[in-house]
Each structure stands twice: as structure tokens, then as C-alpha cells.
């Protein structure tokens, strides 16, 4: 009986693991988005330091949304990396950027703010406290990034810039350039 359990744990790990590429090497970041090639939802959210943050304010943009949280060790490590992505962003007035913090946790700073005091880095952050629009981008790590292009259509997606073998800042804004340059 146990080893008939233990031969159908095994036969639907195998099953899961060959239906998800990135699990089948042993990765669980997913490789692959759900809504690419698909319009980008609207949302509507209050950013850090107020105002709000709309998909509609991008239109025209590659707009590079990065879904994160300060309770997320990959997230940390792949701080500066963002926030050199960011300043590299700021010099091409067809993009655009928004990190999209999610889950309402906030770690040892308790605010994004006393975090970007602590590291010296800003970049605009929308809060997506319940979760909600984390679930329907249909996100299944962080950090994770989209790219939705001019016309709200999203056009690529990456995990992490470094901390899990990212294409690092340079590869990954080669692939938003790209993305902004069809879009001309």
C-alpha cells in the first residue's frame, strides 16, 4: 500500500514537472506567462507617496510592470538590479516603469518608503495590498516582469533580472527595446 502512495506521488510529480518546463529542470519559476499576447487588464491602484497608477496613463508606452514584494528574498537581491534598469529606463521616453508591490507585506521596513530611504533607490510603485491584481495578471512568482507595449498588449515576460539566472538588466532592456521598436 505505501509503495503503491509513494509510485502515484512520484507519477504525478513526473506529470507536473513534464507539463511545466521550468519545473521539469528543477525550477519553479515559471517560464512562460499566461496572458502574453494578450491585452494587459486594467487596473486602477494608489502608488507610494500618492496619486494613482492606471494602465490608461501608459498607452503610447512600453510599459514595464514588475510584480514584487520587501517579503521576498529574490525581490531584495534583485533590487539594484531594478533600480539600474530603472535609471537605464529613464533615458528612452517610449518606456516606462511601475513596480507593483503586492501582498501587503513589507518585512523589516514596514513601508516601501523607508526602504528606498535605506537603499537610495526610487522608481514609481503602485500597492496591490489584497493581492488582487497579482491574481489577475495571472502571476505565479515575484519577482516577475511584464511588458506591455503602446498599445496595452503584453508582449514578454521574465523572472528576476539576476537572482534566478535573469537575462541581467542589459538582456532584459534589450528585449523591452525591442518591444517599444515594433510598436513604432
Known amino acids: 500500500m505505501t509503495h503503491d502512495l509513494s509510485r502515484r506521488s512520484a507519477l504525478a510529480l513526473a506529470a507536473a514537472a513534464a507539463a511545466t518546463p521550468a519545473l521539469a529542470q528543477g525550477n519553479p519559476r515559471p517560464a512562460t506567462h499566461a496572458l502574453l499576447n494578450q491585452p494587459?487588464?486594467?487596473?486602477?491602484?494608489?502608488?507610494?507617496?500618492?496619486?494613482r497608477a492606471?494602465?490608461?496613463?501608459?498607452?503610447?508606452?512600453?510599459?514595464?510592470?514588475?510584480?514584487?514584494?520587501?517579503?521576498?528574498?529574490?525581490?531584495?537581491?534583485d533590487g539594484p538590479h531594478v533600480a539600474a534598469l530603472v535609471r537605464a529606463m529613464q533615458?528612452?521616453?517610449?518606456?516606462?516603469f511601475l513596480g507593483v508591490h503586492t501582498r501587503g507585506r513589507f518585512g523589516r521596513?514596514?513601508?516601501?518608503?523607508?526602504y528606498f530611504q535605506q537603499t537610495g533607490w526610487s522608481f514609481p510603485v503602485a500597492l496591490d495590498d489584497d493581492g488582487a491584481l497579482y491574481k489577475t495578471y495571472?502571476?505565479?512568482?515575484?519577482?516577475?516582469?511584464?511588458?506591455v507595449d503602446g498599445r496595452g498588449v503584453i508582449r514578454d515576460f521574465s523572472n528576476d533580472l539576476d537572482?534566478?539566472?535573469?537575462?541581467?538588466?542589459?538582456?532584459?532592456?534589450q528585449r523591452v527595446r525591442a518591444v517599444a521598436g515594433r510598436a513604432a
Do not use: H
Open 40 to 51: 494587459a487588464p486594467a487596473f486602477d491602484l494608489p502608488k507610494v507617496g500618492g496619486g
Open 54 to 77: 492606471r494602465l490608461s496613463d501608459y498607452r503610447g508606452k512600453t510599459l514595464v510592470m514588475e510584480f514584487w514584494g520587501l517579503w521576498c528574498p529574490d525581490c531584495i537581491k
Open 91 to 96: 533615458a528612452d521616453r517610449r518606456l516606462a
Open 109 to 114: 521596513w514596514g513601508s516601501v518608503e523607508t
Open 138 to 147: 495571472q502571476m505565479r512568482w515575484v519577482p516577475g516582469f511584464l511588458v
Open 163 to 173: 537572482a534566478g539566472g535573469g537575462a541581467g538588466v542589459a538582456g532584459f532592456l
